[in-house]
């Protein structure tokens, strides 16, 4: 874990995160909380992320993401030297490696 991240404010909004009920309640929170764009940006990576883990190429996810070569590469690195967290959210909802 990063800890530079690890501060009382982050622990506060990853409280307020898991107390979120549904799809819906989560669209109300993080819609009040991000802008569009940020919203976005995560979804891309998390779908850039799940892309990797299913073996797609830089190519064809770049095309169907529009993520940047760049971000698809950050992504990657976290894939690869992260705190496995993708992993385990790709585990908890079935995902194959």
Do not use: P, W
């Not at 892309?51 to 690195?77: C, F, H, Q, W």
């Amino acid at each position: 874990m990063n800890k530079k991240i690890k501060t009382e404010a982050v622990d506060h909004l990853f409280e307020a995160v898991l107390n979120l009920q549904s799809r819906e309640e989560c669209y109300a929170f993080f819609e009040d909380l991000c802008t569009v764009n940020e919203l976005l940006s995560l979804s891309q990576r998390f779908e850039v992320a799940s892309m990797l883990k299913a073996g797609k190429t830089y190519l064809d996810i770049a095309e169907k993401t529009g993520a940047s070569t760049a971000t698809i590469s950050r992504v990657n690195r976290s894939l690869n030297y992260g705190n496995d967290g993708y992993d385990l959210v790709f585990a908890r909802m079935g995902q194959k490696n």
